[in-house]
C-alpha cells in the first residue's frame, strides 16, 4: 500500500512586487457591481449623460444644417446651447450624485476590516500601509472618474465629431483639462474624507451619518455667515462652495460665486484633503503597527 508524504503544497505563484494595492482595487470593484443599489446610482448617473448626448446631438445637427426659423428658434433656446458652461453644468450637477455614490461605496471599506479583523490578514501579507490606502482610495476615485470626467470628455469629443471643424476644436481643445482639474476637485475630498471617516468609526451607519452631518453643517455655516457679516467671501468656508468657485475659473464663467481669487478655494480643497490623508494614514499605522 503505497504511503503518502502529508505535507503542503508548495506555493507556486510570483509575489507582486509593484502596484500591489491593483489586487484590492480589482476586490472592491468586484463587490461594488456586485451590489444592486451601487448599479442602480450607475443607471441615474447614465440618465442625466444621456440627456447630455441628446442635447448636444441637436444642437450640433442644427448647427450644421439649413437654418429655418425653426431651427434657428431651437438654436436660441438656452437650455439646448452647447459650450464650456455645458460641461461645468454637467460636472455640477454630477458632483452631488457622486458624494452619494462615494459615501454608498465607501463608508464601509476600512470600518468593515476592522469589524471582521481582516486587517491583521491583509498586513501579513506582502501589503503595506500605503498599499492599503493607495487600494482603498483608487478604487474610489476610479468610481468617482466614472461619473465625472470620463463621460464628460466622451461628451467633448461627441461635440466634435458632430460639428468637425477648426472652430469647434478651437473653442474646446481646452475643456478636457479643465474637466480633469474640477473632477479631481471633486472626487478627491469626497474619497478621502469617506474613507477618513470610515477609519474613525467603528460602523458603517456611523461613518456615513458623520461624513453626512459634517457636510450638511459646513454648506449651512459657509451660506448663513456670508449673510450675517455681509461678506460674499465668507462663502469659502463651505467646501461645496469652494469647489464651485475653482471650476467657475477652471471653466471661464463670467459670474463667480464670490470675488474672492480661486487660488484660496484651491487652497482650502487641498487643505480638506490633505488633513482627511493625515486622519486616514494615522489610523492605518496604528492598525499595521498592532498587527
Not at 503505497?2 to 505563484?13: F, H, K, L, M, V
Not at 468586484?30 to 448626448?53: D, E, K, N, Q, W
Not at 452619494?100 to 501579507?125: H, P, Q, W
Request: aromatic share 12%; proline share 4%; with cysteine.
Amino acid at each position: 500500500m503505497p504511503i503518502y508524504e502529508q505535507t503542503y503544497r508548495a506555493y507556486d505563484g510570483k509575489p507582486l512586487r509593484g502596484f500591489r494595492w491593483w489586487v484590492m482595487v480589482k476586490q472592491e470593484l468586484r463587490v461594488l457591481f456586485g451590489t444592486r443599489a451601487f448599479v442602480y446610482l450607475l443607471i441615474v448617473a447614465v440618465i442625466h449623460t444621456s440627456f447630455r448626448v441628446f442635447q448636444i446631438t441637436v444642437y450640433d445637427m442644427v448647427s450644421v444644417s439649413s437654418q429655418t426659423p425653426a431651427l434657428m428658434a431651437l438654436k436660441n433656446v438656452a437650455m439646448m446651447q452647447v459650450d464650456e458652461r455645458t460641461f461645468f453644468d454637467y460636472l455640477r450637477i454630477q458632483s452631488s450624485l457622486v458624494f452619494i455614490v462615494t459615501l454608498f461605496a465607501g463608508s464601509g471599506m476600512i470600518c468593515n476590516d476592522f469589524r471582521d479583523n481582516l486587517i491583521e490578514i491583509y498586513f501579513s501579507k506582502p501589503l503595506t500601509r500605503l498599499d492599503y490606502i493607495a487600494g482603498k482610495s483608487i478604487t474610489l476615485l476610479l468610481v468617482g472618474m466614472l461619473l465625472t470626467a470620463i463621460p464628460d470628455t466622451l461628451l467633448v469629443v461627441l461635440h466634435n465629431l458632430l460639428a468637425p471643424g477648426r472652430e469647434t476644436l478651437r473653442e474646446t481643445y481646452w475643456i478636457p483639462f479643465s474637466i480633469l482639474a474640477f473632477s479631481a476637485c471633486i472626487v478627491l475630498p469626497c474619497a478621502l474624507g469617506v474613507l477618513a471617516s470610515s477609519a474613525l468609526f467603528s460602523s458603517e451607519r456611523y461613518a456615513g451619518i458623520a461624513v453626512f452631518m459634517i457636510v450638511f453643517g459646513n454648506s449651512a455655516l459657509g451660506t448663513a455667515l456670508p449673510e450675517l457679516v455681509r461678506n460674499p467671501n465668507f462663502s469659502i468656508i463651505s467646501l461645496p462652495m469652494a469647489i464651485n468657485r475653482v471650476g467657475e475659473t477652471l471653466f471661464a464663467q463670467p459670474r463667480k460665486s464670490f470675488p474672492l481669487h480661486w487660488g484660496w478655494s484651491a487652497l482650502f480643497v487641498g487643505l480638506v484633503c490633505a488633513f482627511c490623508c493625515w486622519a486616514l494614514a494615522s489610523r492605518i499605522r496604528r492598525a499595521e503597527r498592532a498587527s
